[in-house]
């Protein structure tokens, strides 16, 4: 039922712009976060504020990362990975040298 009560008052009718309220219709988008605008009793589109469409972009990209991620997840050898110390012996770092760097933080 509260689906339903979202989506009616969410919704709002392409006539109202024509009747000169955009103003009062963008101010309620900035309040709710986003409006189906209905032509012809059809969804004609879909204003967003500003930071639900920068936040709706957002998980997009996170999604498509962390799909790109388990891709490549499934595809690795761990055979071919090559430890740290096999590195640091390969080019001459040791311990020594590395204790005056900060930890590095991959994100």
Do not use: W
């Not at 039922?1 to 919704?11: F, G, L, P, R």
């Not at 000169?20 to 059809?42: C, E, P, Q, W, Y």
């Not at 690795?76 to 040791?94: M, P």
């Amino acid at each position: 039922m509260n689906s339903v009560i979202s989506a009616i008052e969410n919704t709002v009718s392409i006539s109202l712009f024509n009747r000169g309220l955009a103003g009062k219709i963008f101010s309620d988008v900035r309040h709710t976060g986003a409006k189906v605008v209905m032509k012809n009793n059809m969804p004609e589109c879909v204003l967003l504020s500003p930071e639900e469409y920068v936040k709706l972009i957002n998980a997009v990209n996170d999604a498509e990362l962390i799909a790109l991620a388990a891709e490549r997840l499934e595809k690795i050898d761990s055979s071919t990975f090559i430890s740290a110390d096999e590195i640091n012996k390969e080019y001459g770092i040791t311990e020594k040298e590395l204790e005056g760097f900060d930890e590095v933080e991959i994100e």
